[in-house]
Structures are given as C-alpha cells and as structure tokens.
C-alpha cells in the first residue's frame, strides 16, 4: 500500500522534520554572531561587520555545495583523511523521504556557523576582499577536510574518518565547528595585528568599547536559542535524548554566565556584562561535544571551568598583543578544546540513552578516552590553525590583508563601502 | 584670556589627546560637528542615487587658556591634527571676556587654571 502509514514512516518524516527545523535555529546562530561582533565593535565598521556575516553564509553555503560537502561527507579515499564524494554531490537521493537533502541543509549551517566565527577576531581592520577569499577557502576546504575525521561517517559507514574510527567524540562539534573557527581566527587575529590604539607604548592594552551593547546582548539571546537547535539537532533524528541533552547544554550555558561573571567581577572589580555574555557563549561550546554522553551535574561543572577559561583567556591574549575585539577565540577556540577533553574525563555510560558506552577519566574509562579528544584536538587545532595561517599570511604578503591606517581610522563603512550603519544618527565620531 | 577653538579631523582626536597632554593643556571639551571647508563636501552616493554637497563629520574642540598657554596649545593641536592632506581643519583664537569656575566662583586667568 503506497500511502500506508506505518510508525517506521513516521519516524522518518520526524527525523526529517526535526532535523530541518533544527538546522534553521541553526541558522539563527548567524544573526546572533552579527549581532554580537556588531555590538562588541565601534559604530563605523557596523555595517561591514553586518556585510562580512552576510557574505560568509552566502560564499560559504555555495562553496560547501559544492566542493566541502564532497570532501567532508564524501567516500573515504586516504584511510579516514579525506572523502570524495564528486563536485556538487551528484549521488545525493531524490524522491519521497529521502534524507540526504535535510542532511545536507543541517551540515552547510554547521559549515556557516564556523566560518562566521572569525569574522569578529579580524574585525575592523581586515580587507573585504581578503575576507571573501577566506569565506570561500574555510567552507570549501579547511572546515571539510577536518570535518571528515571526525564527523564524515554520518553519512554512511564508507566514509568514516581516521578519528571516528578510533573512538573520538565529539557530538555536536566543540571540536568540528567551533575550534575549527576559533583556530582560524586566532590565525586572523596574529596575522593582521592589533587595531590601531589598542595597545600603549607602555604594553598595557587600551579600551576599545563596542558601540551598542543591547545589540550584544540580543545577539547572545539569538545564539542561545540557536544552540537549542545545534546540540539536540545533532541527533538527526526526533528522538526522547533530544530534551536531555536540551538540558545540559542550558545548564552549561547558565553555568558558565555565572562563573565568568564571577571571575570577571572579582579581577576587575566591576560586573561586565561584555565578560557575562563571553560566558554564556563559553558554557555553549564546551557543552557542545559532550552534551550527549555526560550528566546534568558534569554539565553545570563543565560549564563554570569554560566561564573562568574564557575570562582568563581574554586577559591572557592582551597580555600577548593579540587584539580580538569580541573574543572570538577565547570563546570557541579555548572553549571548544576545553569541551573536547572535556568528554575524556566526564563521559558517563549512564547518561546516555542512546547506545552509547563511552566513559571518560572520571567515570571509571580510565586515560585512553582522554588520550583519543586531546589527539583529535591537538590535530584539529594543527589543521586549522595551519591552514588559517596559511590564508592569513599569504594574503599579508599581496598586502591585501589589511586596510590602509586611513581607512581604519575613518572607519570600514564609509570607506570600503560608502555607507555609513547609522546614517542619521550621532555618535562620538572619532572612536 | 583666549578661547581657541578648532575643527579636526575626527580620526585625528587621539593625537591631538595626546599632544596637548604632554604639554600639561588638560582642560578641553570636545563636539561632534558637519561642516566643510576648502574641499567643498564630498559626492556621497547611496544605492545608485548622488547628493552632490555632503558636509564632512568633524571634531569641534574648545579650550580656554591663559596667555602663556596660548601657542603652546596651538602647536599641540597642529601637531596632532596635520596631516598634510585638504581636510586637516583650522582654529580659531577668540578673545575671551571672563571665565567663572561655578564650584568656587573664582573668576578670570585664576578660573581657567
């Protein structure tokens, strides 16, 4: 019977629904990123901060069309180092249920979601053009290629990677997505320099402070909800774990608000909200890879060490001249390691409903779990950071990375792009 | 007594910050201004439409100093501000009839400080 309802059918039309609607929350991650760089940044680069987040979702959605999916999800062909699957996925199934197109949709908002990452470690002193040859390059080829080790045998068991295939875990990408971008923009962030007048002769680092902190704020909300749809989404499937491991990735958020509110409070004596919102975004991606395979309790644990980790590196990077205007990399690079090895030491067999038997250090998994997420993260962070290097500095040395001291000076919108963000508003023009 | 008063470029305010701070001028107010000079504004153009005279954002400063303090503030401000390019600004030195600190009610040379 052609139109039989049968719960098997069901489910899959669930999978799919679920999926999708996961995958555009996902999307939604994209509005908080440009939310938070543009409220953590100065009114005059507002609207090519707005430009670059546009441009990397749309280069980089086409660019995983057509090259990074084949290279992520595509057959293995060098023992788990890189898949092939053809330009343009041409074996992607068509017709009534077919799952590869709310797959591919869920993994080019992944794909997004890391490239946009950098654009606020570069922002207001990188070239537009140099950013569009980044967006291209990041989402065609550096996020795919470690993509396929960790997470390629999603799609099927022919294209399992070198580091699933030993046991890495990362579920929804600490590892995969967020310090993949976090890496690269750390690569960004040293291969451009800091931003004129961030740093004194004396070496202390000056304040640059960004222009609207409602829209930071609002921004964090956004990216909030969107983790709503990153870690249960990683499921795939409308399953009962999706609601646990809703909880665990909120408690972990609210974990790390706090306790980098805390750390920030007693060091500088004052609550930061900047510094509270860095938290929340921390707590976020530390969750993100063991959202699935740790309690509640080691959530809200996992959680309060990101929101102290992600305090400490700020202050740390300034103490290295390495200018990141809205803490890009303290948040998914320090933050997404930390998640990683994170699963080493509190993967729990009981809190897994979904098959899985992983222990970490502390549940009684002994070293060798632990040992398998710091080699997944140790060759992640050299690929990506490698690769972001790479970019960086080849485009330093065409000297198009950067724009002329003028332009930073007067500000990314009316030079760049002859448009000002705030074209009838005033504001203290020469922040 | 003078008032000085002078139109910088915005981008150039922290030099100009910094000159006058080393020369001990500490007591300066600042406002955004619109205006142009010589070059005439600029062509702005906005989704392919073109408003021929747009005026240039600008900083207004205003510092009122003694009479010794007179061209040592004007150095200051021309160092920090030139740049050699059409657009650098200009001041402007107004004579100034009296000065009040209202906390104290001191007046004159004693009130500027």
Same mark, same amino acid.
């Given at each position: 019977?052609?139109?039989? *309802? ?15 609607? &996961? ?24 609207a ?23 290279? $992520? ?7 788990? #180092? ?26 080019? $908002? ?27 390059? *990041? ?9 396929? #080790? $960790? #997470? ?66 609002? /921004? ?26 809703? $909880? ?18 007693? *060091?500088? /004596? ?5 510094? &509270? ?29 990101? /929101? ?72 992640? &962070? ?17 000297? *198009? ?9 007067k500000g990314?919108d009316m030079v760049e792009h002859g448009q000002d963000a705030y074209a009838s ?7 | =007594? +003078? ?29 955004? @201004?619109l205006g142009c000079?010589?070059q005439g504004g600029y062509i702005h153009m906005y989704r392919g439409a073109t408003e021929e005279v747009t005026l240039h954002k +600008? =900083?207004?400063?205003?510092? @009122? ?15 920090? @501000? ?13 004579? =100034? ?13 004693? @009130?500027?400080?």
């Amino acid at each position: 019977m052609e139109n039989e *309802i049968t719960s098997a059918a069901v489910q899959t039309n669930l999978n799919v629904v679920w999926t999708l609607i &996961a995958g555009i929350l996902v999307f939604t991650m994209q509005a908080g990123f440009a939310l938070v760089e543009t409220g953590f940044t100065r009114a005059k680069n507002a609207a090519n901060i707005m430009m670059k987040n546009l441009m990397d979702f749309a280069a980089g959605s086409l660019a995983f069309y057509v090259l990074g999916a084949a290279l $992520m999800f595509g057959a293995t062909k060098a023992d788990g #180092w890189l898949g092939w699957g053809g330009l343009g996925m041409p074996s992607l199934a068509n017709g009534e249920g077919a799952w590869d197109w709310t797959f591919l949709f869920f993994q080019t $908002m992944f794909c997004a979601t890391a490239a946009t990452i950098v654009s606020g470690a570069v922002a207001e002193r990188i070239e537009f053009k140099s950013y569009l040859i980044y967006s291209v390059l *990041i989402s065609a080829v550096v996020y795919p290629v470690s993509g396929h #080790w $960790m #997470w390629g045998g999603l799609a099927g068991e022919a294209s399992r990677g070198w580091l699933e295939r030993i046991g890495f875990h990362d579920f929804a990408g600490s590892t995969v997505v967020h310090s993949v971008g976090g890496w690269i923009a750390l690569a960004g962030a040293m291969a451009l320099g800091p931003r004129i007048g961030k740093y004194r002769h004396d070496g202390k680092a000056n304040p640059i402070p960004g222009h609207s902190l409602v829209l930071g704020t609002l /921004g964090v909300f956004l990216l909030w909800i969107g983790w709503f749809g990153f870690n249960p989404g990683s499921y795939t499937a409308g399953i009962g774990s999706i609601g646990r491991v809703a $909880m665990t990735t909120n408690l972990s958020a609210c974990a790390g608000t706090i306790s980098a509110l805390v750390t920030a409070w007693a *060091i500088m /004596g004052k609550p930061d909200l900047t510094m &509270a919102l860095n938290g929340s975004l921390a707590g976020l991606v530390a969750i993100t890879a063991p959202c699935d395979v740790v309690t509640a309790n080691a959530a809200i644990l996992i959680g309060l060490v990101a /929101g102290i980790f992600v305090v400490l590196s700020v202050f740390s990077l300034d103490r290295l001249h390495i200018d990141d205007p809205v803490g890009a990399v303290s948040v998914h690079c320090v933050n997404g390691v930390w998640g990683t090895i994170a699963v080493g030491l509190f993967a729990a067999p009981v809190a897994s409903s979904y098959g899985n038997t992983i222990a970490g250090l502390f549940y009684g998994g002994g070293w060798k779990l632990l040992g398998i997420q710091s080699l997944g993260a140790l060759s992640t &962070a050299l690929w990506a950071f490698g690769m972001g290097s790479a970019v960086f500095f080849t485009l330093k040395k065409l000297g *198009i990375l950067r724009v002329p001291a003028k332009t930073e000076l007067k500000g990314l919108d009316m030079v760049e792009h002859g448009q000002d963000a705030y074209a009838s508003f005033q504001f203290f023009s020469n922040t | =007594m +003078k008032l000085i008063i002078a139109y910088i470029q915005p981008e150039r305010l922290n030099a100009v910050k910094q000159a006058l701070f080393v020369r001990e001028i500490y007591k300066i107010s600042v406002t955004n @201004a619109l205006g142009c000079g010589r070059q005439g504004g600029y062509i702005h153009m906005y989704r392919g439409a073109t408003e021929e005279v747009t005026l240039h954002k +600008k =900083m207004r400063l205003a510092i @009122a100093v003694n009479d010794d303090y007179i061209e040592k503030t004007i150095d200051a401000i021309i160092e920090g @501000a030139r740049t050699g390019d059409i657009g650098d600004g200009k001041i402007f030195v107004l004579p =100034m009839d009296e000065c009040v600190r209202i906390r104290t009610g001191e007046r004159g040379p004693e @009130a500027i400080g």
